[in-house]
């Protein structure tokens, strides 16, 4: 079973549930599918980078905020958690 594209996904899980109606809920079902695996999901194509200003020592993080990977300053120098 190979899935290349949205249509074979369709067709795919249509089958695999036994339900001739599937096709007019997968999309709702695969959104949901989706929001659930990307809460725990963490890869490469997710991460951007963003440059902060301080501010009295605060700084407004980007609106789409998970998680730090890394921060360094502007010197480039990784800033490690204590």
Request: hydrophobic content about 45%.
């Amino acid at each position: 079973m190979t899935i290349s594209d949205y249509a074979s996904l369709i067709v795919d899980a249509g089958e695999y549930s036994g339900n001739d109606k599937f096709v007019h809920v997968a999309p709702r079902l695969l959104g949901l599918a989706e929001l659930k695996l990307n809460r725990g999901l963490r890869v490469a194509d997710m991460e951007s980078s963003a440059t902060l200003t301080l501010s009295n020592g605060n700084a407004s993080l980007p609106a789409d905020f998970l998680e730090a990977r890394e921060v360094r300053t502007s010197a480039n120098v990784p800033i490690r958690a204590v």
